[in-house]
């Protein structure tokens, strides 16, 4: 079956760095943007980043933008999320989802992993 599956998440102290993964499985990642989101308790999901099928366009929130990067491997068919400089409010489950095309709303993608835990503490 199809699956996007999340790793890479975990505890890490203020200014630290993770690399999340979202890997597909069950077809091919080559036609379809990637987007992160992340949720905290108690707050909406929200958008993070998205890259483009062609990996030529990449999109950032203001949150997150000079510390985040987006990357993709079509031949590992799979996605990275970079996260440096990690801050507290930073801490979130973190979810890769696919589209057609990049999208800001979270409601519009069609495929989501089952989210990672990130946890930016002291």
């Known amino acids: 079956q199809l699956q996007l599956v999340e790793s890479g998440g975990g505890l890490v102290q203020p200014g630290g760095s993770l690399r999340l993964s979202c890997a597909a499985s069950?077809?091919?990642?080559?036609?379809?943007?990637i987007g992160w989101f992340r949720q905290a308790p108690g707050k909406e999901r929200e958008g993070v980043s998205c890259i483009s099928n062609s990996g030529v366009y990449a999109y950032y929130a203001d949150s997150v933008k000079g510390r985040f990067t987006i990357s993709r491997d079509n031949a590992k068919n799979t996605v990275y999320l970079q996260m440096n400089s990690l801050k507290p409010e930073d801490t979130a489950v973190y979810y890769c989802a696919l589209r057609r095309a990049c999208s800001w709303r979270f409601n519009e993608y069609d495929y989501w992993g089952q989210g990672t835990q990130v946890t930016v503490s002291s």
């Open positions: 069950g077809f091919t990642l080559d036609y379809y943007a």
